[in-house]
């Protein structure tokens, strides 16, 4: 069971995660940070590494 608890420096914490979701949160938090600083190459993989990992398509590209 995933609980979430508080967020320390601005990222997603959760707890009795599995690796999967701890990933999944790492790569969220990569994520808005890439759109943040307005690095759409990494902002772009780190999506398409998202949706590999949780089994989603991925959207097209343009």
């Known amino acids: 069971m995933v609980q979430w608890s508080s967020p320390e420096s601005g990222e997603i914490a959760l707890t ?3 690796p999967r979701a701890a990933v999944v949160a ?5 994520l808005s940070r890439a759109v943040a600083l307005g690095d759409d190459v990494a902002a772009r993989v780190v999506h398409e590494a998202l949706g590999r990992l949780i089994g989603l398509p991925v959207g097209p590209e343009g």
């Open 16 to 18: 009795d995660q599995s």
């Open 26 to 30: 790492s790569l969220a938090s990569t």
